[in-house]
């Protein structure tokens, strides 16, 4: 499962909207579109990540393994 789909369906299941998310990592609305969409390869930052996985509960190796190789090597 990618990172995008992951988003979504964490984010459905927990009746937030994506201005919810959003609020909650204090981003843009449109970046939270972009991560779902996978838009131009958009992806969440370091910190983004961090605050994905407390506010869904999820570690942050799993978020990092949703997402696509070339950007894992990005962050390292």
Known sequence: MQLSDWLRKERRKRDMTQRDVARELDVSLNSVIAWERREHGTVPGTYQLRALSK??????DKLLKMLPPERVAERT
């Open 55 to 60: 506010l869904f509960e999820a570690s942050a």
